[in-house]
Every structure is written in structure tokens, then in C-alpha cells.
């Protein structure tokens, strides 16, 4: 890693820097195609790092975009590795059966 970090400016509530993606704010069905639109845009982290720390509202639509995620990280051979997963999101994906989706490497 070098000493600069190159950092995007955030889109659609994702911030870009050498570690990977961050996301700040509200991740719910009224933005959800805003996010996803916005993950469009950015080039996918080589090292697959997705921190969702930063969240701080979530609805079903928070798994949707993180199913996009692997989707995504599948078709371009990268990994998907996720941080800073809440807990709201981890009970969600247990509801939907999906409990592997929000726990760290997919």
C-alpha cells in the first residue's frame, strides 16, 4: 500500500479509497435504486472490501443491494468481502434465509 490514498467523492452514499468502498447513511427501498445506480458508477475494489459501518438505516433493500454486490463481484472474478455489517442486517438475512449474504466473505 503507499503512503496517498486516492479517495472518490462519495456516490450515492459510498465513498472509494484504496481500501475498498465505505457506506454512510440510509440504505432502504425510497434510495435503494440510487445506491445500486451509484455502485454502477464506481469501478468494483480489487480487493473486494465493502465496509457497511457507516449505515444507519436498513430495510429489506439493504439485502437486495448487497445480493447486487456478489452478483456483481461474481462476474468480474473478485471478491466480495464485507465489514462493519449491523446486526439489523444480520437478523434480516435470517429472516430470508440468506444468513451467509452478511457475514464477511461471499
Known amino acids: 500500500m503507499t503512503d496517498t490514498c486516492t479517495v472518490a467523492p462519495p456516490v450515492g452514499g459510498f465513498t472509494a ?3 475498498g468502498w465505505r457506506f ?13 445506480d451509484a455502485c454502477r458508477a464506481l469501478p468494483f ?5 465493502v465496509d457497511f459501518a457507516g449505515l444507519r ?7 437486495a443491494v448487497i ?6 463481484a461474481s462476474a468480474e472474478g473478485r471478491p466480495l468481502v464485507l465489514t462493519g455489517t449491523p446486526p439489523g442486517i444480520e437478523s434480516l438475512a435470517a429472516v430470508y434465509g440468506v444468513e451467509d449474504l452478511a457475514h464477511g466473505v461471499a
Do not use: F, H, I
Not at 440510509?26 to 445500486?36: D, F, P, Q
Not at 475494489?45 to 472490501?49: D, F, S, T, Y
Not at 438505516?57 to 439485502?63: G, V
Not at 445480493?67 to 456483481?72: D, G, N
Open 17 to 19: 479509497d484504496d481500501d
Open 57 to 63: 438505516q436498513a430495510d429489506s433493500a439493504a439485502l
Open 24 to 36: 454512510e447513511g440510509a440504505l432502504t427501498l425510497e434510495n435503494a435504486a440510487v445506491v445500486m
Open 67 to 72: 445480493m447486487a454486490l456478489r452478483r456483481r
Open 45 to 49: 475494489p480489487a480487493n473486494g472490501r
